[in-house]
């Protein structure tokens, strides 16, 4: 089993900056995909960034050029770094994660965090 402590979510204005981490724990033998998601009311959850663990990384268009995601492998954490926040960004954020539990494991296993409310007030 796997734990996801997520944390860093709040109240900010619009213009403003906040960064996420989630940090995993348990069984786990490698980390493959780390991610973020987010939920707003009334809406589907979406992919907001995902970083590989060659670090390759991908974005949603509406969060491109304002989001960082990073990874400490070390510390089996994952970043969000997300700069000039809009009301829209508003929304529930989940850590995701893919792990290998053993060397060999033939599958890999996906887990979410809690969720942590993010809210930009205008």
Request: proline share 3%; hydrophobic share 35%; aromatic share 10%.
């Amino acid at each position: 089993q796997v734990q996801l402590v997520e944390s860093g979510g709040g109240l900010v204005q619009a213009g403003g900056s906040l960064r996420l981490s989630c940090a995993a724990s348990g069984s786990i033998f490698s980390i493959n995909t780390m991610g973020w998601f987010r939920q707003a009311p009334g809406k589907q959850r979406e992919l907001v960034a995902r970083i590989t663990n060659a670090e390759s990384t991908n974005y949603a268009d509406s969060v491109k050029d304002r989001f960082t995601i990073s990874r400490d492998n070390a510390k089996r954490t994952v970043y969000l770094e997300m700069n000039r926040l809009k009301p829209e960004d508003t929304a529930v954020y989940y850590c995701n994660v893919k792990v290998l539990p053993r060397l060999t494991s033939p599958y890999e296993y996906e887990y979410w965090g809690q969720g942590t409310q993010v809210t930009v007030s205008s």
